[in-house]
């Protein structure tokens, strides 16, 4: 049975509809597979509330294409009001009993993604809101799948990271008793760069250990990029942490960055995540439809691009580079010029003389005028953020990709084409251009009819640039020759 006919008039579960995956993964549901339904939990949030949220993320520009070849669409969706940290997912009794009787595929998106979330909070998000949503599922009258969308560096302490769950040193109900009795929980993140990954290895832990015999599987995408073709080429939504350092460099915010450029990268676009993750879940009913199943593990599935494509940070940023030089942004602060090092001195160092300083020197000049400072505060995120992405910028993995890779071949030729996901034939450079296109269309909101103003401009930043660098090794050689002269 092919992937569409699977889902053909069948409901949908889809939690984390409000992030970017989920909003992908929801479009491509209803464009690809003719699902009956497509039931999203939505929290109030910001004064808004379930379908107000739902609403105004249905007016974006990813659903365009939707609109058009699907008018009916919203016809087939189901917002169902709820929390994933509340126990019952703090649904009504009415949207419960509906969702016992009629959900057929469960995929479990949402998660907390911020890396500097406290612990507490982390737990009762990724660890507590999945067990809610298992506890839910397990009720289910027919259900034939569930995804549970973890992170290819879940376990981020392994050099090597395979489709296997690896033990950690902590139970999700240890955890949580823990934090309860409110004891130093940050001593167990001693091995782990963030609460994500951590809770993620933790959560993988405790689907291995339920008993529910749920058919499950577990699915681990690396880092998330823009889309590569569809519904729109290079589509994003919102500052992601890759989003952002490259959105920060071409404007010439962002001066420094902690990398080892020789390491490889890995990012996967969200439209193919999506297909695979769609893909992944087709094969979970597969397999489950044999009922000896059951009672295995769960099948993970390392959602990777290094293993068939792979690319080092030096080769991306040289594509960054490449396509800035041609179509720069508008409005930018300065010449693109970052340094790219991992050295924690020369991080240290430069971080004072190119962030703090020049900073510094726009605050006091803003104070002179009348206004509130804002750089160093602005560049105090700045330096957090590098600080966040530097486990991942720094270090490198291999990853074992062998059940992704036998899912593809089990795909038929016309499953192939809707649902595309393997990286044999990627070209990175078009995909790294694409993406600066996406920022410049998405975040900075350019439209390339101002690429003759902004080269125009960026001429006149280069020569600044220059003259800067000029002036500061004028000071140098001034400030030694001086030295020099006390000495003598």
Not at 164 to 182: C, G, M
Not at 189 to 206: G, Q
Request: hydrophobic share 40%; glycine share 4%; with cysteine.
């Amino acid at each position: 049975m092919s992937i569409p006919e699977t889902f053909r008039n069948k409901t949908a579960f889809v939690t984390g509809f409000t992030g970017f995956m989920g909003k992908v993964l929801t479009e491509k549901l209803l464009r690809s597979c003719d699902v009956k339904n497509i039931v999203i939990l939505v929290r109030g949030k910001n004064g808004l509330d379930a379908s107000q949220r739902a609403g105004n993320i249905f007016k974006q520009s990813l659903f365009d294409r939707l609109r058009i070849e699907k008018p009916e669409f919203m016809t087939k969706i189901k917002i169902i009001d709820g929390n994933l940290e509340e126990q019952s997912l703090k649904i009504s009794t009415d949207n419960r009993d509906w969702l016992i009787k009629n959900v057929n595929f469960v995929f479990h998106c949402a998660a907390t993604v911020k890396f500097d979330e406290p612990l507490k909070v982390a737990t009762r998000i990724n660890i507590q809101g999945t067990e809610n949503v298992v506890k839910l599922a397990t009720n289910m009258i027919n259900l034939k799948g569930f995804v549970f969308v973890s992170s290819a560096y879940s376990h981020y302490p392994r050099s090597e990271i395979k489709e296997e769950v690896y033990p950690v040193s902590i139970t999700a109900k240890e955890l949580k008793q823990l934090i309860i009795l409110d004891g130093k929980v940050d001593r167990l993140l001693v091995d782990w760069p963030n609460t994500y990954t951590f809770t993620k290895a933790i959560t993988e832990n405790m689907i291995l250990t339920n008993k529910n015999q749920l058919p499950i599987s577990i699915f681990r995408p690396s880092i998330i990029g823009c889309t590569k073709s569809e519904p729109e080429p290079y589509w994003l939504d919102n500052l992601q942490a890759l989003s952002t350092v490259v959105s920060s460099i071409i404007v010439g915010c962002l001066r420094l960055l902690p990398m080892s450029m020789n390491k490889k990268t890995d990012i996967v676009p969200v439209d193919y995540t999506v297909n695979a993750l769609i893909s992944v879940m087709w094969d979970t009913v597969n397999r489950y439809q044999n009922s000896n199943e059951r009672n295995k593990q769960p099948k993970i599935y390392n959602y990777v691009s290094s293993v068939e494509k792979p690319i080092n940070w030096g080769k991306f940023f040289d594509y960054v580079y490449e396509i800035y030089y041609q179509v720069p942004p508008l409005n930018t602060m300065w010449y693109i010029c970052c340094v790219f090092t991992d050295n924690r001195w020369i991080i240290a160092i430069m971080g004072f003389l190119l962030h703090r300083i020049p900073a510094a020197l726009l605050d006091l000049s803003l104070l002179i005028c009348g206004k509130n400072p804002k750089m160093l505060k602005m560049y105090a995120k700045k330096e957090k953020l590098t600080e966040m992405v530097l486990p991942f910028t720094t270090v490198e993995w291999k990853f074992d990709n062998s059940n992704t890779k036998e899912l593809w071949t089990l795909l038929s030729q016309d499953d192939r084409k809707t649902f595309w996901f393997s990286f044999e034939q990627f070209d990175w450079k078009s995909y790294v251009q694409g993406l600066v296109f996406g920022i410049r269309k998405y975040i900075l909101k350019e439209d390339l009819n101002n690429v003759t103003k902004a080269l125009s401009k960026n001429k006149k930043l280069f020569w600044l640039h220059q003259l800067c660098i000029c002036f500061v090794i004028y000071i140098a050689l001034h400030v030694c020759w001086l030295f020099a002269g006390l000495l003598m």
